[in-house]
């Protein structure tokens, strides 16, 4: 049982926290909660009144719980850790936070190797993936703060752009994102950018509904479906957070 500390007896001023000596509790019959109410207090208090003073704010508090519930809910957000994959420049490298998921990913933390030079969109480094001649890519994931559930609805954004000079590896490709009940696993494709090209940073969005509550996320460079793929790159940065969204 949580009980509610009154402390005088007006409602807005109640904050939430156990019963201790000296006081006494009363019940709320329809409620989860109780009043605590210091026993120096009671003799300036009449049983009529203290009656009142517990039943009067009885509707009030429901409605007060059910709209913080609420709004607590609309407002739930899911960070990744390490969204702008901030780190000393490497080569080669997965940023920390992230779990390569993909045989062969060498993801590069940028700028500074590879011939690429682009400057970050939020913070000071960046990821760069890339895709083989011999149908292989990077992908990278991570564990989520919170799971998504099922049949809610979430907006997401992120930021892309591709680099011209990159080692060779210098064709547009797409990025593809996937959410998963377990590590490195592709469930449900949420999201597959369009071809990027462009060399300066775009934010695109993203709004997608789990079919079933998921965990992981992955990021995955990817040209096409054929078994024969150039070399390619692109390049991601500031992930924002996943926010519940209103359907339309």
Not at 63 to 79: G, P, R, V
Not at 125 to 148: C, D, F, K, M, V
Not at 217 to 243: C, T
Request: proline share 6%; charged share 20%.
């Amino acid at each position: 049982m949580k009980h509610v500390f009154l402390k005088h007896y007006f409602p807005e001023t109640c904050v939430e926290r156990e019963a201790g000596e000296g006081e006494k509790i009363f019940p709320l019959a329809i409620s989860n909660y109780s009043f605590v109410i210091s026993n120096s207090f009671l003799p300036y208090l009449s049983s009529m009144y203290l009656k009142s003073i517990v039943l009067r704010p009885l509707l009030s508090l429901s409605l007060l719980l059910s709209l913080s519930l609420s709004l607590s809910l609309s407002s739930q957000s899911i960070e990744l850790f390490n969204p702008s994959f901030e780190e000393e420049p490497q080569d080669a490298t997965t940023p920390q936070g992230w779990t390569a998921c993909k045989e062969g990913t060498t993801p590069d933390i940028l700028p500074g190797f590879w011939g690429v030079y682009t400057m970050p969109s939020d913070g000071e480094t960046y990821l760069g993936l890339i895709t083989r001649l011999n149908n292989t890519w990077e992908s990278i994931g991570q564990r989520l703060t919170a799971p998504l559930l099922k049949g809610t609805c979430y907006d997401w954004s992120l930021d892309l752009a591709h680099s011209e000079t990159y080692s060779g590896y210098n064709g547009p490709i797409h990025l593809r994102v996937w959410i998963s009940k377990l590590k490195c696993q592709k469930d449900q494709l949420i999201y597959e950018s369009p071809l990027i090209e462009h060399q300066d940073w775009k934010t695109y969005k993203v709004k997608f509904v789990p079919n079933d509550e998921y965990r992981y996320i992955l990021l995955e460079a990817f040209h096409s479906e054929a078994p024969f793929q150039y070399q390619g790159n692109i390049l991601v940065d500031r992930l924002r957070e996943i926010r519940i969204c209103e359907r339309t």
